[in-house]
């Protein structure tokens, strides 16, 4: 049984890190995490200046979510830092308005990206949210995908598979060998976003599944904080490892 490593999708934390790059990320490593899943923003570091500062600070790379386009370029930048931070998952999503005008191009394209990626040894993951879960002629846009496109691993977000009316441990299970990271993403009993261990979710059932499974990485997301993302990442983190 593999061991849990827990981490954070910087996206929680962009305000703080736009203003304070290294800051943010030496009060994320204080906070008892393993690693870090960056989106777009790298502090303005080259890949090789980047790598050494996470080394410094005892932080792994667990993703990267980037644009499909860029995913499928063999040549972007994304790679150079992929290969610098020794990531192995690089992420994506598609949104409604895409699958809606056209579901095969967007199959082409993840196809693509998993086969851009697998020559460089990394595994293109998708990052489902709540509107993959309408259906297309009575299935759902995410299992259409993740059917078609084999390759594809799949980074379960526990918010957005409740928000999109499935039970998140059920649902999970159907893509058990799949799964190597887990967004744990808390809802309230509204449905609003909230710090770990505040909402509804059962997360403790969420680790078992993860336990059972093999998944390498759950990692904290949160989009909207009423508290500064830092106080909330601390709150969720904690929670986390507690659990974990």
């Known amino acids: 049984m593999q061991t849990i490593k827990t981490g954070i999708q910087l996206y929680s934390v962009r305000e703080p890190l736009s203003e304070d790059f290294e800051g943010t990320l030496r009060a994320l490593a204080d906070m008892n995490i393993q690693g870090v899943e960056f989106a777009f923003f790298y502090g303005g570091m080259e890949p090789a200046e980047l790598a050494d500062f996470l080394k410094k600070l005892n932080l792994e790379t667990?993703?990267?979510?980037?644009?499909?386009?860029?995913?499928?370029?063999?040549?972007?930048?994304?790679?150079?830092?992929?290969?610098?931070?020794?990531?192995?998952?690089l992420t994506m999503g598609f949104s409604l308005q895409e699958l809606k005008a056209n579901l095969a191009t967007c199959l082409e394209k993840a196809k693509k990206a998993c086969a851009v990626a697998k020559i460089k040894n990394i595994t293109i993951c998708y990052h489902a949210h709540a509107h993959e879960f309408e259906k297309f002629n009575g299935e759902y846009y995410l299992d259409i995908l993740l059917k078609e496109v084999p390759d594809m691993a799949f980074e379960a977000d526990t918010a957005w598979i409740?928000?999109?009316g499935e039970d998140i441990v059920n649902y999970m299970?159907?893509?058990?060998?799949?799964?190597?990271?887990?967004?744990a993403k808390d809802l309230d009993a509204d449905g609003n976003l909230t710090e770990l261990g505040n909402g509804v979710i059962d997360f403790k059932a969420v680790v078992d599944f993860a336990?059972?499974?093999?998944?390498?990485w759950i990692s904290y997301e949160q989009d909207i904080s009423k508290l500064s993302a830092l106080e909330s990442a601390e709150i969720s983190l904690c929670y986390l490892n507690e659990i974990i």
């Open 173 to 183: 299970r159907k893509y058990v060998d799949r799964i190597p990271m887990i967004h």
């Open 162 to 164: 409740k928000a999109g």
């Open 211 to 216: 336990r059972t499974a093999n998944v390498e």
């Open 62 to 89: 667990c993703g990267i979510y980037e644009f499909i386009d860029n995913l499928c370029d063999a040549n972007h930048k994304v790679y150079d830092y992929a290969e610098a931070l020794d990531c192995k998952y």
